[in-house]
Structure formats: C-alpha cells, structure tokens
C-alpha cells in the first residue's frame, strides 16, 4: 500500500510538471525517485507522454511564474501582447481596481543601475498626460522585469484588427478597408486617416514635452467601444539632446514622422514595413497601390513622402502629417484634383 | 476552494455585471472545447462542432446562473465549484445534442458510414486517437502508428470506470481535486485510482505488443 502511494505521488508529481511545462525531461525526474520505483515509474510515467495530448504553443498561456509573486498584484489573464512585452489583466489591491499589466523585458547591457534608470524614465513619460494616451497608474520594477499599470481599454489593438483581417483575407495586402470591421466597427479609409492624424497630433504635443517616440506599431494603440483611438505611452521614450555638432541640426521631428508613416503603411497594406522591404530589396519599400489597388492615391502619396529614407523628404513634423491627413479625412485631395475630378466625372451616372 | 478571479466574477455576476463571468468563461473555454471534442459522438462530428456546443452551453450559463448565485448564497454543500458546474452543463448539452441528431440518423444508422474504429466505440477510439498521435519523444512514425492502435485497443479493455479516470485526467485535463470532487472520493483516493487505472492500462498494452 504505502509503495502504491509512493508511486501515485510521483506520477501525479510527473503530470503536474508536464502540465505545465509541457515536456519532462524523464531521466532527470527519475534520478529524483528511490531506486525501488524507477523502473515502475518509468513505464508508467512513458505511458503517461503517450496519453498526454500536445497542444499547440506549448502549455496554457499561463503567466510567466516570476508575475505569480508580484507584490500587490492578482494576475488574472494574459491580454493579446503589446509591441514591448506581454500584458496581463490584473486586480491591483492597493488601487481596488482592474488594471492593464504590462511586463517589459530588462533593457539591453542590464545590471541593476540600467534597471533602475529605465524605471526612472519610465516614471517621467508617464506623467504625460493626454486626452488619448492611456494613462499609466504604477511603474515599478521586480526581479529584472519592469511592469507598467495602465487603465485597462476595452477594445481591440490596431494589430489585433490587422492580424484578424490578414488571416482572413488570406494573405497580406488584400483591402486595406480592411482594416474594416474591428472591434469598433467598419473603418473606412477616412476612419484611417483620422486614427493617424491623431496619433500624429499626440506626438506633436509630446514632442513639447520632450518625448520622442520608441518605436510606433499598432499594438501600441487601441480603439475603444467608440472608436476613440488610445496610444499606449510606453510608445515614447524621454528626448535625448543630438550630439554636439550634429549637421543637420535635428530635432528628431522628421525621424518621428517616418515612424508613423511606417505604421500608416502597415495599417494600408496589412504588412509590416520591415517585411515589405526586406521583400523588395534592403531600401526599398514597395508602393501601398502595388499592394492593394484599392488604397487611394492621395493617402499612398501621404504614407510614402512620411517613409521617405531621407529626412528632408519627409513632412517637416508630426503636425504638418496631421494637416495632411486631414484635409484627406475631410476629402479635399491635397494634390492630384482634377484627375480626382475627372475620375468621379466618368464615374457619375449621366 | 474559489479563486480570487472567480470571486470577483461571480459577485459581480451576483450584483447584476455579466461582463466578468463572460472573461471567466472565455478562460475556460480551451478546456471546455477539448471536453466537447473528446465526447462528440463521431457519427455527427461532422455537423456539429465543439464551438456549436460551446455555444449552447454558454447560453445554458447564462439561462441558469441564477440557480447557481442562489446555492452559492446559501452555501449549500451540493454546490460544485464553478469550471465543473460549466462543465456539467457542457455535458448536458452534448447529451441533448447527441438525443436530437442521432435520433434524427436512427431510419438510415445502417447507411450511416463509419469506419471499423468508430465501430470499436466512439470515445475510447476518439481518446486513444487523440491522445496517442502526440508525441513528446521522437520513436519514429510506424513506431507511432502501432502505440497508437494499441493504447486504443487497450482503452477498449479497459473497464468503464477506468476509462473515465484516465479521460477526466488526461484529455479533459481536470485537477486531481477536481476529479476527487467528481467521484465523491478523497484527493488521494483518486490519485490511487488513476494510478491503478494507468497501470492496467500499461498492462494491457504491454500484452498487446508482446502478443504481435
């Protein structure tokens, strides 16, 4: 009896772990059991692997353990993950509220100093306050991992919406309305446009606060039940003053603007800017139109002056992209009126 | 017995909010997906998949919880705790499922095509071919092949009892507590069947693989 509840003990032992670890590494466990069991185990345990069925991406997506101890903070789902790190939604006991977790990995060359710096930064981007940036509620740091607590969005992520409409599209670039029918409802071209020049106008009146972005992509930002854009501000970074004697002098408004026409591109094509041109050849990106015949001219015009590779290409600033996206929000084509005119001519019922 | 998040999504649910029980339930749902694959009759697999049950059985949650708020107030002994309550209701659909559409196939079961596993029983067959087409070490294909045609047979041997242990632990991957919840016994008196369960399982296939 009592070798009977030795053995289930370590077969129940053995399954926890392949629960959640998805795999044992049967030798190893076995060395941990008495001399007297493991051939016992060992049939029983192979019997077990074979029973287990293997799920796709491992086991469950439960949180990384290290979050399981993280003071003052109940995990209690994985969200979609954000372009930093993983994001869980979590109860926060010293706030009394539901919060959006977001677990960054330690930056590069880490050690404590470079932990505890990139805590600090952190701390001072989120105190930028904005009508559509998320607000962040806690920074803080635990282990080498840094955690982010920002008021959950109820919606759905720009790369959530991209994502979904790929795969059923079947393939990158097929419409970019597209991006229709998110969480929020359909989005037409226009809707696009507007999302953008929001964006664009957000990092504007960063850039006044001396914030740069870090990287835009969409699952930096999420439309809410209303369509109402939000940026995530761990989007920015604090400005670091160009290097003396830099020629160009730069602000870094123009490298702000190629970041977002790079997510303007993805948003149009559905593909990654960086997939495109390491496609196409290092350099180059290919058209938004030779993607999807569907986008309009105007806003491929738009999309290509922000990524253009020289700065001096590029729309001066953010706000000067939100102009433009505008007035093709509000459909008076900056450029190319009268071929415009003379398409809705042809097109009009005599 | 209840978690933190369970907790706060039925009291919410208790005070009229739904919105976190429909979390709850979403994580649930891998769980309550691979119950529903695993216990589908295979004669209508074809026209009723698991997100169909899922469906009805998230409705059927949504018709009764109030029963279950009601219990819970009460803290009534019968009460089982919230994923097996989900998943009774997950069965009773199946069943009721299963009532509709093989009724239904009854007038021409005979022209009903099925191949000779499905004809060995549709759950043993469907857990062995499931369970057994995953690999965690590398033994070769054919080597595959013939596990998995003898741990079906040995499943068939197996007594009914035994069978269920091994499904409730191993494909619809209950906890041991859970488990000893279901069968009215100890955490340790479960464990004890599930091993005795394995073990006549390795047994029988042992026989088997000698016996070729």
């Known amino acids: 009896m009592a070798r009977e509840e030795e053995l289930a003990k370590y077969v129940d032992e053995a399954e926890r772990r392949v629960a959640a670890e998805g795999t044992l590494d049967l030798e190893a466990f076995l060395a941990e059991a008495p001399d007297e069991l493991r051939d016992e185990l060992h049939k029983l345990i192979s019997m077990i692997l074979v029973l287990r069925p293997k799920r796709p991406g491992g086991p469950p997506s439960a949180p990384r353990a290290p979050l399981d101890d993280l003071p003052g903070y109940d995990i209690y789902r994985r969200l979609a993950p954000g372009s930093k790190g993983d994001a869980y939604l979590a109860w926060s006991e010293a706030l009394e509220r539901w919060v959006t977790l977001h677990v960054l990995p330690a930056p590069e060359g880490s050690g404590e100093s470079r932990l505890t710096e990139r805590v600090r930064d952190l701390e001072r981007v989120a105190q930028f306050d904005h009508a559509n940036v998320v607000p962040v509620l806690d920074v803080g740091q635990f282990g080498e991992l840094i955690y982010v607590a920002t008021e959950p969005i109820d919606g759905e992520t720009l790369s959530e919406t991209v994502s979904r409409m790929r795969d059923q599209r079947g393939g990158p670039g097929r419409s970019a309305r597209a991006v229709a029918a998110g969480a929020s409802g359909p989005l037409t071209f226009q809707d696009l446009a507007r999302i953008v020049r929001t964006i664009a106008l957000i990092v504007e009146v960063a850039r006044t606060r001396g914030l740069r972005l870090e990287g835009l992509n969409p699952g930096d930002v999420c439309l809410d039940g209303s369509g109402k854009p939000w940026l995530q501000s761990l989007a920015f970074r604090l400005a670091t003053p160009p290097p003396a004697g830099a020629y160009p002098p730069s602000d870094g408004a123009r490298e702000d603007v190629q970041q977002i026409g790079l997510f303007l591109y993805e948003l149009l094509t559905l593909r990654p800017a960086i997939e495109t041109a390491r496609d196409a050849g290092a350099n180059h990106l290919t058209g938004p139109r030779q993607i999807d015949r569907s986008i309009p001219k105007g806003l491929e015009s738009i999309a290509q002056r922000a990524c253009a590779p020289e700065p001096a290409g590029r729309q001066a600033s953010a706000a000067v992209l939100a102009e433009e996206l505008d007035h093709f929000a509000k459909r008076v084509p900056p450029r190319g009126l009268f071929r415009g005119l003379r398409s809705w001519l042809r097109a009009s019922p005599r | ?212």
């Not at chain 2, 907790?7 to 919105?19: E, N």
């Not at chain 2, 009773?92 to 095509?113: N, T, Y």
């Not at chain 2, 069947?193 to 016996?211: N, Q, V, W, Y």
């Open chain 2, 1 to 212: 017995m209840e978690s933190n998040a369970e907790m706060r999504a039925l009291d919410a649910a208790a005070r009229g909010d739904t919105t976190l029980l429909g979390d709850l339930l979403s994580q649930h749902s891998d769980r309550l997906r691979r119950i529903a694959q695993a216990r589908i009759d295979p004669r209508i697999a074809a026209r009723l998949g698991p997100d169909d049950v899922l469906q009805e059985a998230f409705l059927d949650v949504a018709r009764r919880i109030g029963e279950y708020l009601e219990q819970r107030n009460a803290q009534s002994e019968e009460r089982l705790p919230f994923f097996l309550w989900v998943r009774l209701l997950t069965r009773q659909v199946i069943a009721r499922l299963h009532r509709e559409h093989l009724g239904a196939l009854k007038r021409d079961a005979g022209r009903e095509a099925r191949s000779p596993r499905q004809a060995l029983g549709c759950t043993t067959v469907l857990i062995a071919h499931q369970l057994a087409s995953s690999h965690t070490t590398p033994t070769g294909a054919l080597r595959r092949i013939e596990q998995r045609e003898a741990v079906a047979v040995a499943l068939e041997r197996l007594s009914e009892d035994d069978r269920e242990v091994l499904m409730l632990r191993h494909y619809e991957e209950l906890s041991n507590q859970e488990i000893a919840t279901l069968l009215g016994v100890t955490e340790s008196g479960a464990s004890m069947r599930h091993l005795r369960a394995l073990t006549r399982l390795k047994a029988i296939t042992a026989d088997l693989e000698l016996s070729q």
